[in-house]
């Protein structure tokens, strides 16, 4: 194995961004090459090891732990190609997606959507289906156009609606159960502005408006204060311009002092003394004030996330989104529970990928969300419950209890993808506990 690829010879105990997921591997390697990444597999097969890629951690389930080997794919970072006559950028793998919203920026180009952290690397986000909202653009897998991907025999396969069809089919969104993307050519468009509107709405009118407000605005989402009747709309649209960005004052302390250290102070408290929850939600839902601007697309998108947290979301079909969140809204009052996280509301379309949380119906997303360190008090076993009696499907990346019988019976294409792996990794060397769950055997 060339000295680039060497495993590292002290392997410590990795652990996921929020702090809830660890594993020891046996070894750590860091390739700086599609050749060093096939090596790496191939040595790993030999020594009988599985093999796991992570990205940034942000998963809050085991979706990456392995006790085998650990691709990190840090010096895989390259960017291979911008193709603006045919609007696709190809990148490696381990690219952040901050890094590739400033290239694209530069070159006058963008994303169609995105979530609203951009610290993910693109095969970690498009791997576990992370989305933002969007009446008809999709989450980031679906803006894949092409993947290079290194399978468990070490071959170094490119796939795409052209080529190697069917693993193009189940890889743009794979769960890192094929193989190691290594990496990805995404459609991408023209840059773009945003103007964004955010502001604060009652519960009722937000839900007796859901389908207007998701209709008539490109990417519409909000965010509901538990213990509270309040919560904050936002909704971003295209526009002409001219770009009129949050002053940096404003920007800083709305969007980093207020969400950040004030909210991490203010949940800290909450921890400590779970009866002031119930005012501190009161004071947080209404301290977000109206606000209007524009600026670049990812920079609407996007906002900074320091405080930690553990997250379930799941993905309803839109038909269902206001029925379940009048039932969640009812069960948390008469819960004892104290909650000091907004539940974040976001929508999407339907489309094909196989493993999507949208795959086949238009959707909408619920997701909660629990201060680190906070005791669970039920909350989330109650959520699934909620959320599973209305086909609910988990998000891949965020905790939840689902197996593959569940899952079989929610996913339409669930056995072509069981079916696909089987034929590409029989031997399950990408496999771990959580894939055993979640794909069965």
């Known amino acids: 194995m060339s000295s680039q690829a060497d495993p590292t010879n002290r392997p410590g105990v990795w652990s996921n ?68 006559k045919g609007g696709t950028v190809t990148v490696e793998s381990g690219l952040p997606l901050s890094r590739l919203n400033q290239l694209l920026e530069h070159a006058g180009l963008s994303l169609t959507n995105m979530g609203d952290i951009m610290v993910q ?18 989450s980031l897998a679906a803006q894949v156009r092409a993947l290079e991907i290194v399978l468990a025999d070490g071959s170094v396969v490119t796939c795409s609606p052209s080529e190697n069809t069917e693993l193009f089919e189940g890889a743009r969104l794979g769960l890192g159960a094929l193989g190691v993307v290594s990496a990805i ?11 964004a509107h955010e502001a ?14 998701a209709n008539d605005n490109e990417h519409f989402e909000f965010y509901w204060f538990p213990h509270t009747e309040g919560c904050t709309t936002k909704r971003n649209n295209r526009g ?10 404003r920007r800083w302390f709305d969007d980093d002092f207020v969400s950040n250290t004030v909210w991490e102070g203010a949940c800290r408290v909450g921890r400590a003394f779970p009866r002031s929850i119930p005012t501190i939600a009161k004071i947080s839902s209404r301290a977000w ?9 990812y920079k609407v998108f996007t906002s900074p996330r320091r405080v930690r947290f553990v997250e379930m979301e799941y993905a309803v079909p839109r038909e269902a989104a206001t029925t379940v969140l ?16 907004p539940v974040e509301v976001r929508v999407a379309p339907a489309d094909d990928l ?25 909350y989330f076993t109650e959520v699934e419950r909620i959320m599973t009696a209305h086909q609910g499907r988990p998000h891949w990346g965020k905790l939840h209890t689902r197996d593959a019988d569940y899952l079989a019976g929610v996913y339409p294409r669930f056995a072509d993808f069981t079916a696909l792996r089987d034929r590409v990794d029989p031997g399950r060397r990408f496999g771990n506990a959580y894939l055993r769950q979640v794909l069965g055997d």
């Open 289 to 297: 004030s109206e606000r209007t601007y524009t600026d670049v697309a």
């Open 240 to 249: 002409p311009g001219p770009a009129a960005p949050l002053p940096a004052l």
């Open 354 to 378: 196989w493993l999507s949380t949208a795959s086949g119906r238009d959707t909408a997303y619920i997701a909660v969300h629990l201060y680190r360190g906070t005791a669970p008090q039920t």
């Open 185 to 195: 050519t995404f459609g991408v468009e023209p840059a773009f502005l945003l103007t």
């Open 121 to 138: 690397t693109v095969a970690g986000a498009t791997g576990t289906g992370t989305h933002g909202t969007g009446r008809s653009s999709g």
């Open 17 to 84: 961004w929020a702090g809830n997921q660890t594993a020891r591997p046996s070894r750590e390697v860091t390739p700086g090459s599609v050749a060093e990444l096939a090596e790496a597999i191939g040595a790993a097969a030999a020594d009988g090891l599985p093999v796991k890629a992570v990205g940034s951690g942000h998963s809050f389930t085991p979706i990456a732990a392995t006790d085998g080997v650990l691709i990190r794919p840090d010096r895989l970072t390259a960017v291979r190609e911008i193709d603006h």
């Open 200 to 213: 604060p709405m009652r519960f009722d009118e937000v839900l007796d408006r859901f389908d207007e407000l």
């Open 326 to 341: 009048r039932e969640l809204k009812r069960t948390v009052e008469r819960s004892d529970w104290k909650i000091s996280f």
